[in-house]
Each structure stands twice: as structure tokens, then as C-alpha cells.
């Protein structure tokens, strides 16, 4: 079971909405990723969860889209 587009729908990326309720649209990408058109920010979906944490998206930020891995790695402990 994949995420829902509704939920899709009103998930913001949790850096950008702060400046704007306009801001931090997320687009789902390989399935298991979702990245924010504003700051590049990417956040990974483990267990069907996206895990909208800033440092997570942070991590990511520089990463390429094309370069992302299809399945998200574990978290940096
Ligand atoms: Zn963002």
C-alpha cells in the first residue's frame, strides 16, 4: 500500500510552509521519496510513513534526484 494521493495532497515540506502556506510542495519521486519544489529538500518514505523531519530532508538536500537510492537507506543514528 503505497501513500495516498490525498495524503500527498496536503503533506508540506515542514521547513518551507513555515515561511508560506504556498510554499514546500512535495513531489513523490521513485515512489519512496518526496521532494519539496522549493528548497530540494527530500524526505524518504519508510513503511508506506513518510518521515517529514527537516534534518532527514536536510541530508538529502544536495542530492541529485537521479541519484537518490530506490529504496531509502536506514536512518543516520
Ligand atoms: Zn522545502
Do not use: F, H
Not at 510513513?49 to 541529485?64: A, F, K, Y
Request: aromatic letters at 4%; charged letters at 25%.
Amino acid at each position: 500500500m503505497a501513500v495516498s494521493p490525498k495524503l500527498l495532497e496536503i503533506l508540506r515540506c515542514p521547513e518551507c510552509v513555515r515561511e508560506s502556506d504556498d510554499a514546500g510542495e512535495l513531489t513523490l519521486v521513485k515512489g519512496v521519496w518526496l521532494v519539496c519544489q522549493t528548497c530540494e529538500r527530500k524526505y524518504p518514505i519508510r513503511d508506506d510513513i513518510p518521515v517529514m523531519l527537516i534534518d532527514e530532508g536536510t541530508r538529502w538536500q544536495n542530492t541529485p534526484v537521479a541519484a537518490l537510492p530506490d529504496t531509502p537507506p536506514e536512518p543516520a543514528s
